[in-house]
């Protein structure tokens, strides 16, 4: 194709996709679409010469469009995916993918009927320069080997559930909505599968509201090779919007924080850590999307392949099972049926 023409489906953090598709060059966003006719007039003004639509179907059925954005709310994900793969299409979905089990199996086996079509979620923390730092040092050996992780997903924007879209979903997952991006981030810096999980839930902060939802999750983690971690979703929290990561390794121990990040090198109390300045968190909404751009085109290697996706949202639905059963949850497999 001379040019890969790209339709974007769900105009909130969506409008920022636009940037990130176009940073490319031979590729066009040529068609936007957003259930609100008033957003998707206002994002049409601010980009003119794009069709807009009502109707998702438009864009993920029309045979014009060769990749799409998917940036609808979460319940939407799973069927507009389905649709856009059965059409051909490659799709850069936010997350999460999908909110159960068989819509993940139905994404799963969709895309292996359709081979030719890439898939990847904008699981945007791994463009975090200090993060990619992190990873680097690792793969270097500066760590030593991994052994635990520490991971929480601190919101602070509690009128999101309350006054928000996701508190109008039913049994809305903050697993899918936050602690996803920190377990992303675990399984790509260790190059570790989460292989079985175990989790408590809590609804204390938000109950007066009448929410049927968690308002906070905690998980155990258990990965390939013995290491083990920690994951939690705060979504109530009297703090602010954070990523909060601890990196122990036998070697040294990383630890992020608000202002700066340090590394702890020696036992001894009286050794101050290594300051850690890169930028945190330093990313915009799109800055996957070139990448996964070039993949499609056979320029270079997506940063969240499909299979890194898939996985990460494995083990999100392994801990929403495990909320429910009250039981260890073994994380499903890409081959498993």
Known sequence: MSTLNVGIVGLGVGEAHIAGWETRPNVRVTDLCDISAEKLAEVGWRH???TTTLDPDEILKNPHIHAVSIASYDDAHHAQIITALKHGKHVFAEKPLCLHDWQWQEIRDALADNPQCHLSSNLILRQSPRFRELRQDRLNGKYGDIYMLEGDYNYGRIHKIIDGWR???????IVHGGAIHLID??????GKKIRQVAAFGTDLAIRDHGLDIDDTVVALLKFDDGLIGKVSSNF???YPHFHK????GTKATFENGIDSAAIYQSRDPGVAPKEINTAYPGIQKGDL???????ILKKGTPIVSAEDTLSCMAACLAIERSLKSGQFETVTSLSSE
């Open 48 to 50: 003119p010469g794009k």
């Open 185 to 190: 981030l675990m399984q790509w810096l260790t």
């Open 236 to 238: 109530s929290c009297v």
């Open 245 to 248: 990561l601890t990196v122990y």
């Open 167 to 173: 508190g109008k979903i039913a049994n809305y997952s």
């Open 289 to 295: 999307i070139p990448s996964f751009v070039d993949g």
